[in-house]
């Protein structure tokens, strides 16, 4: 049961040990026209056989557990599922010689010294924001890897596309500036880019995929959701884990470009100094958990187990 306090604007989640904050609610969970869809929806799965879920009890205790009260399908969580470096790999707008500079490039930096950023596929910013990042990569000192894409022309709902020219949306002289720390790409390979060992930090919308994978390989997450669950999922990263920072928690992109909140410089340096140089601890409780999932797909392990009993009861519905 969802409890909301609308004096402090919080609400009581039994999936969640902290009291979560209804501005990171989805926004369809708050708008009267899209709220009976949202719980047509979710009745809806109460009539299920059974819910597959690609997480794991141990990044999940308290989701788990509070559906698995006998009240609700049974819950199977079967993750963490995600794609792995070399696997089927998209070659992009740029195709693979765009692929092979990116990875080279990589190749020379420093082991966990580089900051990655990449916000999905509809994850994109106008100009006043762009400069802002740009701004708070150069003041840092950082070695950064950049995925920026072009919006989509405002009133389209359409993934964006890799500019031709990005002088045409950095500051002047930011690319001459950044030779030697940063590189600014369109289309990124994220899997491959996460598993590679110069990675040490993660700038990401917060994407249930993109969560896993920086997980998986171990990469602390700096948190910018833009749409959808993304707020929840950075609420969760950031407080319930511990194992994320906040760039903006409560952020909420608006899809056709108007009136778009700006995220400051200087929050942006914040976040990126505390992920890439003060928080050691998150690091430590990433790669923890980045062994914890390896070990949840073994014979054994939580998420292995799981699958078994998924397979056991289909076997039996169907007898």
């Not at 917060?206 to 959701?225: D, K, Q, R």
Request: charged letters at 25%; one cysteine or more; hydrophobic letters at 40%.
């Amino acid at each position: 049961m969802l409890t909301i306090c609308k004096c402090r604007q919080f609400a009581t989640i039994p999936s969640l040990a902290n009291s979560f904050p209804v501005k990171c609610l989805p926004l369809s969970s708050l708008v009267k026209e899209t709220l009976p869809i949202v719980l047509e929806i979710a009745g809806g799965l109460t009539e299920a056989k059974g819910i597959l879920i690609n997480t794991f009890l141990e990044l999940e205790p308290h989701a788990v557990n509070s559906l698995s009260n006998g009240k609700t399908p049974p819950v199977y969580a079967v993750g963490p599922i995600v794609k792995h470096e070399g696997d089927d790999r998209d070659a992009g707008s740029d195709g693979s010689k765009n692929y092979r500079d990116i990875m080279e490039w990589l190749d020379d930096q420093a082991p966990s010294s580089v900051l990655f950023l990449c916000f999905g596929s509809l994850g994109s910013f106008r100009s006043e924001q762009v400069k802002e990042i740009a701004c708070a990569l150069e003041r840092s000192g950082h070695r950064f890897l950049w995925s920026l894409r072009k919006p989509s022309p405002s009133g389209k709902l359409k993934s964006p596309s890799d500019y031709e020219n990005l002088q045409e949306v950095l500051p002047e002289g930011f690319l001459d500036r950044t030779a030697k720390i940063g590189k600014v790409i369109g289309w990124a390979p994220q899997v491959d880019i996460l598993a590679h060992q110069a990675v040490g930090g993660f700038a990401s919308h917060c994407g249930w995929n993109s969560i896993l994978e920086s997980v998986w390989f171990g990469v602390p997450i700096a948190t910018w959701p833009l749409y959808a669950e993304q707020q929840f999922n950075a609420f969760y990263m950031v407080i319930e884990l511990g194992l994320g920072v906040e760039i903006k928690m409560d952020y909420t992109m608006n899809l056709q470009g108007d009136d778009e909140i700006i995220v400051n410089a200087d929050d942006i340096i914040k976040a990126i100094k505390h992920l890439m140089e003060e928080d050691k601890e998150i690091r430590k409780k990433v790669k923890e958990m980045s062994r914890i999932s390896e070990k949840t797909l073994m014979p054994g392990g939580s998420s292995h187990s799981s699958l078994g009993r998924f397979i056991d009861d289909i076997i039996e519905n169907l007898s």
